[in-house]
């Protein structure tokens, strides 16, 4: 039975890929900052596989030990889900909070590191890691600048990883825009019932999961064409 770590997998994308692990027997170690929640997602999963579920915050030192201690070794896959988005709605960078930003950055890039430099160590041959990024990394949208950069920064890094550990798949994967709790934080009052579900970004994490594909940046739904 494999191993994962999930991380801010209570909603949304992370719940959909466990899910979907879940159906093809992956033992999971699952997190979200919202215990209740949390507990929620873990009694829908445990049908299915093997489930651990612990509550915390991924920027919290203690929290990453408490993971890795949950899935043990060897580890084969990490998924670096969890993020913030920060203020809502966004400020402009001009009026951004610095304290505020550099929490940003400290869920959204720093602690991505942080697990990977923990399960590296661990990881089974033939496993990988995956960064959950966003368009936002890539294109300047107004109000975007604090989360949009914070995931720039772990695009950076994860290529720079990559690029350190030329024999581990290394992955950042952008999902594209979704119905999602987190983009309807970001745009307060819109109607985002037109936009895709997480679940259709899922092919394409399935298929650079189980496949072979060079290190890089891809996008799920592009993949998931592919694969298809």
């Not at 590191?113 to 160590?121: D, E, G, R, S, Y």
């Not at 987190?182 to 650079?208: F, I, K």
């Amino acid at each position: 039975m494999p191993t994962a770590i999930v991380t801010g997998a209570s909603r949304g994308l992370g719940l959909a890929l466990a899910r979907a692990l879940s159906a093809e027997g992956w033992r999971l170690v699952i997190d979200a900052r919202g215990a209740a929640a949390l507990q929620h997602a873990a009694g829908e999963l445990r049908s299915g596989a093997a489930i651990v579920a612990l509550a915390g915050d991924v920027a919290d030192p203690a929290h990453r030990r408490a993971l890795m201690d949950a899935a043990g070794a060897p580890i084969d896959l990490l998924v670096n889900n969890a993020s913030v988005l920060g203020p809502s709605p966004q400020p402009a960078l001009t009026d951004y909070p610095l304290d505020v930003l550099e929490h940003v950055y400290r869920v959204n890039a720093l602690a991505p590191l942080a697990l990977a430099q923990l399960v590296l160590p661990r990881l089974s041959t033939g496993g990988c890691i995956v960064n959950v990024t966003s368009d936002a990394a890539v294109e300047p949208y107004p109000g975007w600048g604090g989360y949009g950069s914070s995931k720039a920064a772990l695009e950076q890094l994860t290529a720079v990883l990559a690029a350190e550990h030329p024999d581990v798949r290394i992955y950042a994967v952008d999902p594209g825009d979704m119905n999602t709790a987190l983009h309807r934080e970001a745009a307060p009052g819109e109607d985002l019932t037109g936009l895709p579900s997480p679940q259709e970004s899922v092919p394409g994490l399935l298929a650079l999961i189980a496949g072979r594909e060079p290190s890089g940046r891809y996008r799920a739904r592009d993949v998931g064409t592919v694969a298809a």
